[in-house]
């Protein structure tokens, strides 16, 4: 497993290349489709009631149906499955599209708290998760656009 780890995650590999492309993907390692979406739901009803996720919580938009459909569909595609987000609204642009929200360290802090407590629940391998959550705190780090 630690092999396939740093292959996919691009650790411990002098010579690999920026994107891997390993056999096994994330998205097949922790159960492919219904895992994925499992994963999304479970961050956003995280989110929807955990008080500290309260101030991210409540910027977002309501019912929460069509963005957790999104996450799902940006996940898929994070993760190695079908790039479904990119194939209806075209390249994430994460950072672009996180502009209008005041995104700090303490929303980045929320956001992890909620994605950590839904990868326990989700996936299995510690070893996949850890390097999952570490891969996603550097993602959510990068949507810091405001210091408090």
């Not at 739901?41 to 101030?55: H, L, V």
């Not at 019912?63 to 194939?87: A, T």
Request: a positive charge.
């Amino acid at each position: 497993m630690k092999k396939l780890f740093d292959a996919i995650f691009n650790k411990s590999q002098p010579n690999s290349k920026p994107h891997p492309t390993p056999a096994t993907t994330p998205y097949e390692l922790i159960g492919g489709e219904a895992a994925t979406r499992r994963l999304a739901n479970r961050f956003y009803d995280i989110m929807s009631t955990a008080p500290e996720a309260a101030e991210l919580y409540a910027i977002h938009p309501l019912p929460l149906d069509m963005i957790r459909q999104k996450f799902f569909e940006f996940l898929s595609g994070w993760l190695g499955g079908p790039s479904l987000f990119e194939e209806k609204y075209g390249h994430p642009r994460l950072r672009m599209r996180h502009m209008p929200f005041a995104v700090d360290q303490q929303m980045r802090d929320q956001w992890m708290f909620c994605m950590d407590k839904a990868l326990a629940e989700v996936v299995e391998d510690k070893l996949l998760r850890q390097g999952l959550s570490h891969s996603l705190a550097q993602l959510a780090s990068h949507m810091i656009n405001r210091q408090k």
